[in-house]
């Protein structure tokens, strides 16, 4: 077996799939050029490290579970004048509040792009480095609906964890029992100063009570989710609904 053979041998046995694909090419350019062997490693090394936050970023993206064409320049601000445009962009573009496991809360009636906010901050948190996880809130309470029947609902907390950010969209469609509010109200605890919340809701806290089968629950869950938040209120017309309206107002031919 000649050296180049060994050599590519072991750099896919080190992992090192960026270099043993790259270190040729790299190779001519340094003798070309006079590199020193220094330069020559460094060289390698960047492409590789380079190739992995690639590939850790398309990663993070795919397991978020975006919706798509959901960012923050799609978004029609100028049909909300009302909404904090700059608070919004600057939540998708920082991550100071994920640090600090604080939450985002978009409240308002349906069709005026809550959800659309909420995957576009979580887009540009996640394009930062940071792993999330976006979940309609009837597929998020039933997972874990199932965890507790089965005794694993700690465990199935823990491993949520490992996404700073948790989705959950479409709050106000829960069903008011105690198996779903009961495991919504475990989630916003264990997620208390320990990892960071996004929550749409086309209900206030002031009709929370619809929600959660218990009032003290009720309170206690939004008394958690208020300490650290960033909380949006979206009014106007259903961007739906102004869609339909023009479409029948057109003329026909």
């Avoid at 960026?18 to 350019?29: G, P």
């Avoid at 208390?192 to 959660?212: A, C, K, Q, V």
């Avoid at 089968?213 to 008394?223: F, K, L, Q």
């Amino acid at each position: 077996m000649t050296d180049i053979h060994t050599l590519e041998r072991l750099l896919r046995r080190l992992r090192l799939s960026r270099i043993a694909s790259e270190w040729h090419s790299h190779e001519k350019r340094a003798l070309a050029e006079g590199w020193t062997p220094s330069r020559y490693l460094l060289s390698l090394c960047s492409e590789e490290a380079s190739h992995r936050e690639t590939e850790r970023l398309r990663r993070y993206i795919k397991e978020a579970r975006l919706p798509v064409g959901k960012s923050v320049g799609d978004y029609d601000f100028k049909q909300v004048p009302e909404l904090n445009a700059a608070q919004i962009r600057q939540l998708s573009e920082t991550t100071d509040w994920v640090d600090a496991s604080e939450n985002v809360l978009l409240f308002g009636a349906s069709g005026l792009g809550k959800s659309h906010l909420a995957a576009a901050i979580v887009e540009g948190v996640v394009n930062q480095g940071y792993r999330a996880r976006f979940y309609s809130a009837g597929e998020l309470l039933q997972e874990l609906r199932k965890a507790r029947s089965l005794l694993r609902l700690n465990e199935v907390l823990l491993k949520l964890d490992r996404y700073r950010v948790i989705v959950i969209d479409d709050l106000g469609y829960v069903k008011r029992d105690n198996a779903e509010t009961g495991v919504l109200f475990e989630l916003i605890a264990h997620r208390y100063e320990r990892g960071s919340l996004i929550i749409t809701s086309n209900h206030p806290f002031s009709t929370w009570g619809s929600i959660f089968v218990d009032e003290t629950m009720a309170v206690a869950a939004a008394d958690r989710l208020i300490h650290h938040c960033y909380l949006f209120e979206i009014q106007g017309e259903s961007y739906r609904k102004k869609t339909s309206n023009a479409v029948a107002k057109k003329p026909s031919k």
